[in-house]
């Protein structure tokens, strides 16, 4: 069974840092591409960051492009989100969630988490 | 950049169908696909490259892609249908969402 459990959420001021995780299971974690995806309260999914199955390829949406950082440890099936500068716009629950495929182009995601809830107030 | 639009709202009768639009320029070129998104659950994708089930979901979904416009269609929808659904597609190296549809079932 597919097991997709991210950690790291929680409560942070205006311009601090937070890093979440995400711990694959069930599934050839280095055979596929991973993505982040949030949702702020009430609104519809964004997709935030992507990367390929072997980190080759990485993308940002521009809303988060230079201030987070997506990255993945194939040896531990784990992905992870460095979230900087972090602004009261980023509040949303964050979904980790598998592609269908390798590459970071993705045509579906077939499997999310429960998400991380990360609340930037001051 | 590119942008998807769904309508807001859609409703059907239990047990007819229902058709949900997303609309981008030249839709028809890059592969859609649909998530499912029930109150307080993550999405489930119902439709991949644009006509493409996954295991374990039912037959009656089904998806289109062509033009500028790509439909998910559900035939005889169901009360357990009723949810949130987003469309999705690829374009200039990001994933892009459009804004959701809530489906209502009468």
Not at chain 1, 21 to 37: E, I, K, P, Q, R
Not at chain 1, 81 to 87: D, G, V
Not at chain 2, 70 to 86: H, N, V
Request: charged share 15%; with cysteine.
């Amino acid at each position: 069974e597919v097991q997709l459990v991210e950690s790291g959420g929680g409560f942070v001021q205006p311009g601090r840092s937070l890093r979440l995780s995400c711990a694959a299971s069930g599934f050839t974690f280095d055979d596929y591409a991973m993505h982040w995806v949030r949702q702020a309260p009430g609104k519809g999914l964004e997709w935030v960051s992507g990367i390929s199955w072997n980190s080759g390829s990485i993308g940002y949406a521009d809303s988060v492009k230079g201030r987070f950082t997506i990255s993945r440890d194939n040896a531990n099936n784990s992905l992870y989100l460095q979230m900087n500068s972090l602004r009261v716009e980023d509040t949303a629950l964050y979904y980790c969630a598998k592609d269908i495929s390798g590459g970071m182009a993705t045509t579906g995601l077939d499997y999310w988490g429960q998400g991380s809830l990360v609340t930037v107030s001051s | 950049s590119y942008e998807l639009t769904q309508p807001p709202s859609v409703s059907v009768s239990l047990g007819q169908t229902a058709s949900i639009t997303c609309s981008g320029d030249k839709l028809g070129d890059k592969y859609a696909c649909w998530y499912q998104q029930r109150p307080g659950q993550s999405p489930v994708v119902v439709i991949y490259q644009d006509t493409k089930r996954p295991s374990g979901i039912p037959e009656r979904f089904s998806g289109s892609n062509s033009g500028n416009t790509a439909t998910l269609t559900i035939s005889g929808t169901q009360a357990m249908d009723e949810a949130d659904y987003y469309c999705q597609v690829w374009d200039s190296s990001t994933a892009v969402f459009g804004g959701g549809t809530n489906l209502t079932v009468l």
